[in-house]
């Protein structure tokens, strides 16, 4: 268990306690996305780091502290009919967990949501990033604002590091506007393959999907989302309808079911152990037979995300086969590593990494198991 915890309340705090550290280190946040199993050593809360320093809307850029809840961020940018368009997703429900969700937290895992596959995930919205390495130095890379950015290879690369080469303590972001409105059309009674199917042909046409998921545990439903001006949804509503009319009735649905989708609230409070799978978007019906009995899924991406829970101790990599993807163990018991063991070439350009940005290798040691 780890032995004691420190709350940084400044970056100049937050380096002297990592170039001070004697041994393993456990950053967190808000604390809402335990993923790993916990490393005996110092959790290191960087939770007081917290508040936007840089808004501006004609620009639509956004600069925060890593500790800023994401709660305030969206009001900020609600204010001026703006939002993370990436929609990173709230763990809470499925992991079981309080606390607030965080910016750092967001940027440090890459967290997107369903329209990923429109705009892009939380790594192509970075501008910049100040963070503290292993050795306690600060390092700022990338700009404030998209005219001023350089470096973005760095900013991407520790955007998804879960903290392993850095403790983020300043990030700079990309916003968009809002749609005027979204329409959700919802296609009930089909099989994953019929899903795959369904919104492999909605994504290939002109009509703009900005949502493709399924769900297994309602009656088998597709949803397809489009967002816009009040008339483009209502032509383009229509135009899927005639495209998709094979694939069997389709109704427009008047809740919003896209929060509990990007959330996976369906696989909240159950005993099952939870993947994440990443594959091709053709794969998914193959990737779903593979799984052990009593097994639930949710496609999201349009079939290239698959959550799936699985009876408790189940280790999905190894029904995978030559399936091409990565499988992350999001919720469970299951005695394998949480992340999907890298290829050796691959292996060797992370540890090489490692151990240029954190030397000692102090920082977040349970990601790297």
């Given at each position: 268990m780890?032995?004691?915890?420190k709350?940084?309340?400044?970056?100049?705090?937050?380096?002297?306690?990592?170039?001070?550290?004697?041994?393993?280190l456990?950053?967190v946040?808000?604390?809402?996305?335990?993923i790993?199993t916990?490393a005996?050593?110092?959790i290191l809360?960087?939770?007081a780091?917290s508040g936007i320093t840089?808004?501006?809307?004609?620009?639509?850029?956004?600069?925060?502290?890593?500790g800023?809840?994401i709660?305030?961020i969206?009001?900020a940018?609600?204010?001026?009919n703006?939002r993370?368009a990436?929609?990173?997703?709230?763990?809470?429900?499925?992991?079981?967990?309080?606390?607030?969700p965080?910016?750092?937290?967001?940027?440090?895992?890459?967290?997107?949501?369903?329209?990923?596959?429109a705009?892009g995930?939380?790594?192509?919205f970075?501008l910049?990033?100040?963070f503290?390495?292993?050795a306690g130095?600060?390092?700022?890379?990338g700009?404030?604002?998209?005219?001023?950015?350089?470096g973005?290879?760095?900013v991407?690369?520790?955007?998804?590091?879960?903290?392993?080469?850095?403790?983020?303590?300043?990030v700079?972001?990309k916003v968009?506007?809002?749609?005027?409105t979204s329409?959700t059309?919802a296609?009930?009674g089909?099989?994953?393959?019929?899903?795959?199917?369904?919104m492999?042909?909605?994504?290939?046409?002109p009509f703009?999907?900005t949502?493709?998921?399924y769900?297994?545990?309602?009656?088998?439903?597709?949803?397809?989302?489009?967002?816009?001006?009040?008339?483009s949804?209502?032509y383009?509503?229509?135009q899927?309808?005639?495209?998709?009319?094979s694939?069997g009735d389709?109704?427009?649905?008047?809740?919003?079911?896209?929060?509990d989708?990007?959330?996976?609230?369906a696989?909240?409070?159950?005993d099952?152990?939870v993947?994440?799978i990443?594959?091709r978007?053709?794969?998914?019906p193959a990737?779903a037979a593979?799984?052990?009995?009593?097994?639930?899924?949710?496609l999201d991406w349009?079939?290239?995300?698959?959550?799936a829970a699985?009876p408790?101790?189940?280790d999905?990599?190894?029904?995978?086969?030559a399936i091409k993807?990565?499988a992350?163990?999001?919720?469970?018991?299951?005695?394998v590593?949480?992340?999907?063991?890298e290829?050796?070439?691959?292996?060797?350009?992370s540890a090489?990494?490692?151990?240029?940005?954190?030397?000692?290798?102090?920082?977040?040691t349970e990601?790297?198991?």
């Amino acid at each position: 268990m780890p032995d004691q915890a420190k709350t940084v309340t400044n970056e100049t705090e937050l380096s002297g306690a990592i170039a001070d550290a004697t041994g393993p280190l456990r950053i967190v946040g808000g604390g809402t996305r335990p993923i790993g199993t916990p490393a005996d050593g110092t959790i290191l809360s960087t939770a007081a780091l917290s508040g936007i320093t840089l808004y501006e809307p004609g620009a639509l850029t956004l600069v925060a502290q890593a500790g800023t809840p994401i709660a305030e961020i969206e009001t900020a940018l609600d204010a001026e009919n703006q939002r993370l368009a990436f929609e990173p997703m709230d763990h809470r429900a499925l992991l079981g967990t309080s606390g607030t969700p965080t910016i750092g937290g967001v940027v440090a895992a890459n967290v997107s949501g369903p329209r990923r596959i429109a705009v892009g995930a939380c790594r192509d919205f970075m501008l910049g990033v100040r963070f503290v390495d292993g050795a306690g130095q600060i390092v700022k890379n990338g700009g404030r604002v998209m005219k001023n950015v350089t470096g973005y290879d760095l900013v991407k690369l520790l955007t998804g590091s879960y903290g392993t080469l850095g403790v983020l303590t300043e990030v700079s972001l990309k916003v968009l506007p809002k749609p005027e409105t979204s329409a959700t059309l919802a296609i009930s009674g089909q099989d994953i393959t019929q899903a795959v199917a369904a919104m492999s042909s909605a994504l290939g046409s002109p009509f703009e999907i900005t949502g493709a998921a399924y769900r297994s545990d309602n009656d088998g439903q597709t949803l397809l989302r489009i967002e816009g001006f009040e008339k483009s949804i209502a032509y383009r509503t229509e135009q899927l309808k005639d495209r998709l009319k094979s694939f069997g009735d389709i109704d427009v649905v008047t809740e919003d079911p896209w929060s509990d989708i990007s959330n996976v609230t369906a696989f909240a409070g159950s005993d099952a152990d939870v993947w994440r799978i990443s594959v091709r978007p053709s794969d998914a019906p193959a990737v779903a037979a593979s799984l052990p009995g009593q097994s639930q899924i949710m496609l999201d991406w349009g079939g290239g995300l698959i959550w799936a829970a699985v009876p408790s101790g189940s280790d999905v990599r190894s029904g995978l086969g030559a399936i091409k993807g990565h499988a992350t163990l999001i919720r469970g018991v299951a005695e394998v590593p949480t992340f999907q063991p890298e290829p050796a070439p691959l292996a060797a350009i992370s540890a090489g990494l490692r151990a240029k940005f954190d030397p000692r290798g102090i920082l977040n040691t349970e990601m790297m198991a």
